[in-house]
């Protein structure tokens, strides 16, 4: 059974380019422009992982987390942070204290990485 991805980015480029690389490693990813219609994306269809920009209009990634989590229906989805933010440590120790499972800066990381991260935490859980 194909595992479920929620792509959620507002750059068209960055949705098709990691939408592309997951796909052909036989994942069904749904894309989100924004935390509200990520929001409704998870009600519909729970997925196994969701992949999180933070810099997003109507609402951004943090707020999106804060919801995901203090939602019973959906706090055990893993999230894991994908921005261009940078790897400020006091961001990342938010992330993760807001409860996403990683933090990755798409400049820092390959597609390749990020096929394994993704791998690692579908298949491992971790």
Do not use: C, H, W
């Amino acid at each position: 059974m194909k595992k479920n991805i929620l792509l959620v980015d507002d750059d068209p480029l960055i949705i098709r380019m990691y939408q592309n690389k997951l796909s052909k490693e036989g994942y069904t990813v749904k894309t989100a422009f924004n935390g509200e219609e990520a929001l409704i994306q998870v009600m519909k269809e729970k997925p196994d992982l969701i992949l999180l920009d933070i810099m997003m209009p109507k609402m951004n990634g943090v707020e999106t987390l804060k919801a995901l989590k203090g939602e019973p229906k959906t706090e055990m989805i893993p999230v894991i942070i994908l921005t261009n933010l940078g790897d400020n440590p006091e961001d990342v120790k938010n992330a993760k204290d807001l409860g996403a499972l990683d933090y990755l800066v798409k400049s820092e990381i390959t597609l390749r990485e990020l096929s394994e991260r993704v791998k690692r935490v579908i298949e491992i859980g971790k």
